[in-house]
């Protein structure tokens, strides 16, 4: 397996820099156009909330690791705010009226149905999001 880690701050400035690199693993790891193209949404909404959320809109550390597997790819995402797991998060309400819908929960939503698997950890004053991507997960579609 295949391995490579990039460390930046988090923050806007940096977006495109860690979509490019989770990006071109993405085509290493096989996956073909539509599903790096979910990789490119995911890694987006997880950095944006990670930036937003964990950081308050301030810069601090990010950590994202890229592992290309027999199956796909695995992305892992490490940022040292407080402890928030998503997976814990509760499901977005789509058929609610517009106008009664709580605000947020969409990017979480989009992570849920994008990446194939995810995984979520504290490690000391970590937060670990795993996220897999498969390369069989959208034949015949």
Same mark, same amino acid.
């Given at each position: 397996m295949s391995r490579?880690? =990039?460390? %930046?701050?988090?923050?806007l400035d940096n =977006?495109?820099?860690?979509?490019?690199?989770?990006?071109?693993h993405a085509l290493r790891?096989?996956? !073909?156009?539509?599903?790096?193209?979910?990789?490119?949404?995911?890694?987006?909404?997880?950095?944006v909330n990670v930036i937003q959320h964990a950081y308050g809109g301030e810069s601090g550390? %990010?950590?994202v690791c890229c592992t290309l597997t027999p199956q796909g790819?695995?992305?892992? %995402?490490?940022d040292?705010? @407080?402890?928030?797991?998503?997976?814990?998060? @509760?499901?977005? !309400?789509?058929?609610? !009226?517009?106008?009664?819908?709580?605000?947020g929960g969409l990017g979480i939503h989009f992570m849920r149905n994008?990446?194939?698997?995810?995984?979520?950890?504290r490690e000391?004053?970590?937060?670990?999001l795993i996220l897999h991507f498969l390369r069989h997960a959208l034949e015949g579609s």
């Amino acid at each position: 397996m295949s391995r490579l880690s =990039l460390q %930046l701050a988090a923050g806007l400035d940096n =977006l495109d820099t860690l979509v490019l690199f989770v990006l071109e693993h993405a085509l290493r790891a096989g996956l !073909d156009n539509k599903q790096s193209h979910r990789v490119e949404l995911v890694m987006e909404e997880a950095a944006v909330n990670v930036i937003q959320h964990a950081y308050g809109g301030e810069s601090g550390p %990010l950590d994202v690791c890229c592992t290309l597997t027999p199956q796909g790819l695995q992305i892992s %995402l490490a940022d040292q705010g @407080p402890p928030f797991n998503p997976l814990d998060a @509760p499901a977005v !309400d789509l058929s609610a !009226d517009l106008t009664s819908r709580k605000i947020g929960g969409l990017g979480i939503h989009f992570m849920r149905n994008m990446a194939d698997e995810l995984d979520y950890r504290r490690e000391g004053e970590q937060n670990l999001l795993i996220l897999h991507f498969l390369r069989h997960a959208l034949e015949g579609s």
